[in-house]
């Protein structure tokens, strides 16, 4: 009637070590990768903190910075404007 092979019940084994061998193996393989995903993304989160942390730092920092530097251009005009004042003084004495 059926001129195609039935397939048997049982499923074919494609390998050479017993089911419960293999069980255990691919569990532990998943098991490892999964954590070692978990690592990798918790990884991932600590740099990407670590990045924005220092990114606002680093602007702090241009900030601070633009700040002295107007600050020290103003203390240089004062110093200027000093020394004239004295050399003016100087010249009526």
Do not use: C, H
Request: glycine share 2%; hydrophobic share 30%; net charge positive.
């Amino acid at each position: 009637m059926d001129t195609q092979e039935q397939k048997p019940n049982k499923v074919e084994n494609k390998y050479k070590s017993p089911m419960s061998k293999l069980v255990r193996f691919f569990e532990g393989s998943r098991n490892g990768w999964k954590e070692k995903a978990k690592d990798a993304k918790y990884q991932i989160k600590l740099l990407r903190k670590k990045v924005k942390y220092l990114e606002q730092n680093k602007n702090e920092f241009k900030k601070r910075s633009k700040n002295l530097e107007i600050e020290i251009q103003q203390m240089k005009d004062k110093e200027k404007r000093m020394l004239a004042e004295i050399n003016r003084l100087k010249k009526n004495l």
